[in-house]
């Protein structure tokens, strides 16, 4: 004897959309940074990016190890953070010798849009250990002030 089973297409979606977001992250290899927009191509690499924010700055740690200083760049262009760079081959190996390859290679961009509370003036990128560090002190109105509240003092009855 067969049984009935109810038909639900809305699970079957939500089902179907949850493969779909495992697999675009697993092909992309991250998620969204919401807040931050990001513009990542599909067949481009970009490395990791931790993005840190308090009340005095905005920084964001860029993983870069194997890339020479002269060939990162930074830039700011109306309140959009783009880090460019690119990973070269050695020039003693050759492509076809390798048995295995887990390292992208190649250029990479990574673009963020900047909350307005950044001074794009004041910004500072260092470069150290492989990791690229670039500090985004926020504006001093966009600083969060201390108010000192009064309290009415009464007089006593003598």
């Given at each position: 004897m067969k049984s009935l089973v109810r038909w639900q297409p809305f699970q079957e979606l939500s089902t179907l959309q949850r493969?779909?977001?495992?697999?675009?992250e697993s092909f992309a290899g991250r998620t969204?940074?919401?807040?931050?927009?990001?513009?990542?191509?599909?067949w481009e690499f970009g490395p990791p990016v931790?993005?840190?924010?308090?009340?005095?700055?905005?920084?964001?740690?860029?993983?870069?190890?194997g890339i020479e200083e002269k060939d990162i760049h930074v830039e700011v262009e109306n309140n959009v953070l783009t880090v460019r760079g690119e990973r070269k081959l050695e020039k003693d190996i050759k492509e076809e010798n390798f048995r295995r390859m887990e390292r992208h290679y190649g250029a990479f961009a990574r673009s963020f849009t900047l909350p307005p509370?950044?001074?794009?003036?004041?910004?500072?990128?260092?470069?150290?250990?492989?990791?690229l560090a670039?500090?985004?002190p926020k504006r001093?109105?966009?600083?969060?002030?201390?108010?000192?509240?009064?309290?009415?003092?009464?007089l006593k009855a003598a």
């Open positions: 493969q779909m977001n495992r697999l675009f969204s940074l919401l807040p931050f927009e990001e513009e990542l191509g599909a931790d993005i840190i924010e308090d009340d005095q700055k905005l920084q964001f740690k860029v993983e870069v190890p509370s950044v001074d794009a003036e004041k910004i500072e990128a260092n470069y150290n250990n492989g990791i670039i500090q985004m001093a109105e966009a600083k969060p002030k201390q108010i000192k509240v009064n309290v009415a003092k009464t």
